[in-house]
C-alpha cells in the first residue's frame, strides 16, 4: 500500500512558474517510480512525466524543454518544477506511485494557467 499527497497547485499566469509536490508514505521501500499524470475536464488522464529510483525519465513530449521531473528517494518526494506554463496545461494533476503490486494515485492538485 502507498499513500501519496500532492502540494502546490494554484493559479498562474501564461509564461509563470509552479513546482508540484508529491510526499509517498506506506510502503516506501519497494517504490519502484514516481511521477505526475493530469487530467483536463472530460478527458482521459495522460502522462506527465515519470521517474524510476534507477533515474530513468519519462517526458510527455508537450512538456519537455519546459518541466522537469526530479525524485529525493531518501524523503521518498517527487517533484514537477514547471516553466513557461502555458493554458493548455491547466489540469488537475495526480502524482503516481509504482509498487510492486500495481500503481497508486494521490487526490490531485489543480493547475489553471489563465491571464
Known amino acids: 500500500q502507498l499513500q501519496l499527497v500532492e502540494s502546490g497547485g494554484g493559479l498562474v499566469q501564461p509564461g509563470g512558474s509552479l513546482t508540484l509536490s508529491c510526499v509517498a508514505s506506506g510502503s516506501t521501500w519497494t517504490i519502484y517510480s514516481m511521477g505526475w499524470f493530469r487530467r483536463v475536464s472530460g478527458k482521459q488522464r495522460e502522462l506527465v512525466a515519470t521517474i524510476t529510483t534507477g533515474g530513468r525519465i519519462e517526458y510527455a513530449d508537450s512538456v519537455k524543454g519546459r518541466f522537469t521531473v526530479s525524485l529525493d528517494n531518501t524523503n521518498k518526494k517527487v517533484y514537477l518544477q514547471m516553466n513557461n506554463l502555458e493554458p493548455d496545461d491547466t489540469a488537475e494533476y495526480y502524482c503516481?506511485?509504482?509498487?510492486?503490486?500495481?500503481?497508486?494515485w494521490g487526490q490531485g492538485t489543480q493547475v489553471t494557467v489563465s491571464s
Open positions: 503516481r506511485g509504482e509498487l510492486p503490486d500495481g500503481y497508486y
